[in-house]
């Protein structure tokens, strides 16, 4: 069964950083582009940022979380990072890693004073 599971979420205050982590388990996690999308509450889902499986890893990001969010993954443990600094409120959201088998369950980010 192919599992996601977000975790490191939690209430910071605007300017603040957080990390967040994805695991994965059920599939080849090296053989997959990895993504961070996210919902603020009463909004769509948004494309955050994504990575490739390559050896040197690509990546991208959207332009609201450019220049602050770092998207990063780490194969031999399975996991995908994103390092978010500077954070401000319209980064409060719910938090998914994705690929193309699955969504993961998400981990809340609040950024509030």
């Known amino acids: 069964e192919v599992q996601l599971q977000a975790f490191g979420g939690g209430l910071v205050q605007p300017g603040g950083s957080l990390r967040l982590s994805c695991v994965g388990s059920g599939f080849t996690f090296s053989e997959y582009d990895m993504t961070w999308v996210r919902q603020a509450p009463g909004k769509k889902h948004e494309w955050v940022s994504t990575?490739?499986?390559?050896?040197?890893?690509?990546?991208a990001y959207a332009d609201s979380v450019k220049g602050r969010f770092t998207i990063s993954r780490d194969n031999d443990r399975n996991t995908l990072y994103l390092q978010m600094n500077s954070l401000k409120p319209e980064d409060t959201a719910m938090y998914y890693c994705?690929?193309?088998?699955?969504r993961g369950q998400g981990t809340l980010v609040t950024v509030s004073s």
């Open positions: 994705a690929n193309t088998l699955a």
């Open positions: 990575i490739n499986n390559r050896r040197n890893p690509t990546t």
